[in-house]
């Protein structure tokens, strides 16, 4: 995504349009996009990592992607973070577009992705996995552990995240029974 993109594809997972154009021009880009003809059918967004990040709104904000607290993995300086990645999304509401949905789009925007990463200097990728339930997946717009590993990733922390588990509780994406509904995973890859 470039900054001609504004206005183009939806934005609204990435914050405002001048955060985003700031992305674009450190660098570079702020996210692998998806298309289906002229249509937009999703995009997986990518900042530069910025340790200590705190989101200000759990998983309501585009920082949580990169907030892993306490919890957060020793990371060489010139790192970039992976955010969300929201497959069927053809404008800027949390709708999706059923059709786009378990076809690979995702798993080819992080390989796209990564090949652009490698083409680059960063030293490493970030990641926070998502619980493998399809629900939360599509919800908050990522991958399980087992999809960054299969690429070279190291989960290097695993946690229950309670903002994570209110919230997907709230909105009736799992069952109070099923724990790992909320358990997250910090990954990490090391590029050089």
Not at 8 to 18: K, L, R, S, Y
Not at 27 to 45: N, T
Request: aromatic share 8%; charged share 20%.
């Amino acid at each position: 995504m470039q900054a001609s993109d504004i206005g183009a594809v939806p934005i609204a997972h990435q914050g405002e349009p001048d955060e985003v154009r700031a992305r674009v021009a450190d660098l570079g880009a702020s996210a692998i996009l998806a298309f289906d003809g002229a249509q937009h059918v999703g995009q997986l967004q990518f900042r530069r990592y910025v340790p200590g990040t705190r989101s200000p709104n759990g998983v309501w904000d585009p920082l949580y992607w990169m907030d892993f607290g306490e919890r957060a993995p020793i990371l060489p300086s010139v790192t970039v973070a992976v955010c969300c990645c929201h497959v069927g999304q053809v404008d800027d509401s949390d709708q999706r577009v059923g059709r786009y949905l378990g076809r690979g789009i995702g798993s080819a925007l992080l390989d796209h992705f990564l090949a652009w990463v490698r083409v680059r200097e960063f030293e490493a990728v970030v990641a926070k996995a998502t619980p493998d339930r399809r629900a939360v997946m599509e919800f908050l717009g990522g991958f399980p552990p087992r999809v960054y590993e299969a690429r070279g990733f190291s989960v290097t922390n695993q946690w229950i995240d309670d903002d994570l588990s209110r919230t997907i509780r709230g909105q009736s994406l799992a069952s109070a029974e099923d724990p790992e509904a909320a358990t997250i995973a910090s990954c990490v890859l090391q590029c050089q």
